[in-house]
């Protein structure tokens, strides 16, 4: 083969042997072509210009098939497409590229394929390479990114409608521009709080524990003394966690100002439990207990704390609630359908 020496004012192709040992031979440079094909799953046909196959390197299926006797086993009309862009390149000389797609037993297998001319000394087309690359990975994490960008557009448009309905109601229920922005931060650091769980998760969901701790761990309570949490424990999806962690939020802010955590000995206990609901699914059962002071300052108040636990979040699961305050108790109790979590 010729060496050459590239002059960079023509522009050397890089498909191009520039050099070449002396000692160095075609049969060598063969063999490590065809590893290289073989390795990087390349496939190579070179037909004549009547479309008889002169050689074929790595052909593999869809290419072939051992048991078809080396005939095509392509679907016929992605066959006719390659044929056609054959054809072509005999008669234009002009290279061409495909994308097709192969369907399998366990779904679909996609290929790049690039058809070349073959020219003679005199510049006349006397054959076609094609040269088949096989991209179903390359594809599937294309498909998966598109998805996962969906999903996350999908889920920030809900969540801008979860601060705008916060944002909304915290006005109705604040005194002053004060009161509204000290609540107002405090409800949406619950929801960072819930949103960095689901994120770590890659959008999977939250633990209901790790979730319930998490807000209680905000106010500076630690959850192995001030929570009391038995019963199960299931995964909930993103839109369950944001919205169960802002009602837990509503609760510990409550319990932190006038209830149990407000005492340096005072506890929580929030039991989880799995039951059959009318429907026939599972429906989890969510219930918030505390000891509460005789005379609190307005933890019996509507304002939007209840509205919250009463008519917001179960609302935004398609479940019930009910927040009983009584003489030196509180009671919430939340029932979200199975649509909302996954047991582990």
Do not use: C
Not at 29 to 57: C, F, P
Not at 91 to 100: F, M, N, P, S, V
Not at 119 to 148: A, F, I, W, Y
Not at 230 to 241: K, M, S, V
């Amino acid at each position: 083969m010729r060496s050459r020496t590239p002059d960079r004012t023509e522009g050397a192709r890089t498909d191009e042997v520039i050099a070449m040992h002396p000692a160095e031979s075609g049969m060598q440079l063969g063999r490590a072509l065809l590893h290289a094909l073989h390795n990087a799953g390349i496939s190579v046909l070179y037909q004549d210009r009547e479309m008889k196959t002169v050689w074929a390197r790595n052909m593999r299926a869809p290419w072939v098939s051992d048991d078809t006797d080396g005939k095509d086993i392509l679907p016929m009309a992605q066959a006719d497409r390659i044929n056609a862009a054959k054809r072509d390149v005999v008669a234009t000389g002009d290279a061409q590229r495909l994308e097709i797609s192969v369907p399998v037993e366990n779904g679909v297998r996609w290929f790049q394929i690039w058809v070349d001319a073959d020219r003679s000394d005199d510049g006349n087309v006397q054959g076609v390479v094609t040269t088949m690359v096989e991209t179903t990975e390359q594809k599937r994490r294309e498909q998966t990114l598109t998805t996962l960008l969906r999903e996350v557009s999908h889920r920030s448009k809900n969540l801008l409608a979860i601060i705008q309905s916060i944002a909304t109601q915290t006005g109705r229920y604040s005194n002053s521009i004060g009161d509204f922005l000290m609540r107002f931060r405090g409800r949406l650091q619950s929801l960072a709080s819930s949103q960095d769980l689901v994120t770590s998760s890659n959008w999977r969901g939250a633990a209901l524990h790790d979730l319930v701790a998490s807000q209680l761990g905000r106010y500076g309570a630690n959850p192995s003394h001030s929570l009391r949490f038995r019963g199960a424990n299931p995964y909930l999806n993103p839109n369950a966690a944001l919205h169960i962690g802002l009602a837990m939020h509503e609760l510990a802010v409550n319990s932190v100002s006038y209830g149990a955590l407000s005492r340096p000995d005072g506890f929580v206990e929030v039991t989880a439990d799995l039951n059959a609901a009318a429907t026939g699914e599972v429906a989890l059962s969510l219930t918030w207990t505390e000891t509460i002071g005789t005379n609190d300052d307005g933890s019996g108040q509507k304002r939007f704390g209840s509205v919250a636990l009463e008519r917001v979040v179960p609302a935004s699961l398609n479940g019930t609630a009910n927040l009983d305050i009584g003489d030196g108790h509180l009671k919430y109790r939340l029932v979200v359908p199975q649509s909302n979590f996954e047991t582990q």
